[in-house]
């Protein structure tokens, strides 16, 4: 099952700067996408959605940009700060009536550099 | 703030035997699922859980699983004879109701079948 893709299966950034962390899909019948973060031996956090009526949604160092025509979203995070070291799960699912299964991407493990 | 619990942590159990994993989920949510990782990969839907029926559930979910929610507070998903390949993370989640995207997770079991 490879809806969701993250390429990257680890980021290095230093301290400061910006983390841009990808993500593709190939189900056109996606319309709501999720980051989570996930340190080890926890659960995945919530960090951000975005739905597919929109392009960008922000939350404080928190950005999501979705681009529908690419199938493509991306996870900003500035600046990165040591703590946002963990590993990030972009995943996916659609609003039909009821519950909705999410499909997840195989993880990008971000490393933030002092 | 509000979080969904899992218990036990960790469970180490022989191949064949029954094992019944359990989660409290957040008090005001409607919607319950159940998701593994397998060790090195991606977090994987199992089943969902609404109004006291299944919902959806994937291949994965054979008739070796089965789920319930015995109170109005917890949920559990049983595996009636371990196999090996069951060795997982499993996670807990749950969300507040249709129209809301957002699954919150619990920390996870770990499972092991020797």
């Known amino acids: 099952d490879q809806q969701v893709k993250q390429n990257s299966p680890s980021l290095s950034v230093q301290e400061g700067r910006i983390s841009i962390l990808n993500c593709d899909y190939t189900n056109s019948m996606f319309d709501y996408f999720l980051w989570y973060k996930k340190y080890p031996a926890e659960g995945p956090t919530f960090l951000i959605s975005?739905?597919?009526?929109?392009d960008k949604n922000e939350d404080g160092r928190f950005t999501v940009f979705l681009n529908k025509s690419a199938k493509h979203l991306s996870l900003h995070i500035v600046p990165s700060q040591p703590g946002d070291s963990a590993v990030y799960f972009c995943a996916a699912g659609t609003l039909i009536q009821g519950a909705q299964k999410l499909v997840f991407g195989q993880g990008t493990r971000l490393t933030i550099n002092p | 703030e509000p979080e969904v619990t899992q218990t036990p942590s960790h469970q180490v159990t022989q191949m064949g035997q029954e094992v019944i994993l359990r989660c409290v989920p957040i008090?005001?949510?409607?919607?319950f699922y159940w998701y593994r990782q397998i060790l090195g990969q991606k977090v994987e839907f199992l089943v969902s859980?609404?109004?006291?029926?299944?919902?959806?559930k994937s291949e994965i979910f054979d008739d070796q699983f089965s789920v319930e929610r015995p109170d109005g507070s917890n949920f559990t998903l049983k595996i009636r004879s371990t196999k090996l390949e069951d060795s997982a993370m499993y996670f807990c989640?749950?969300?507040?109701?249709?129209?809301?995207?957002?699954?919150?997770f619990g920390p996870g079991t770990r499972l092991l079948v020797l």
């Open positions: 975005i739905s597919s009526i929109k």
């Open positions: 989640a749950s969300k507040t109701q249709g129209n809301s995207e957002t699954q919150y």
């Open positions: 008090s005001n949510h409607l919607y």
């Open positions: 859980f609404y109004n006291n029926e299944i919902s959806e």
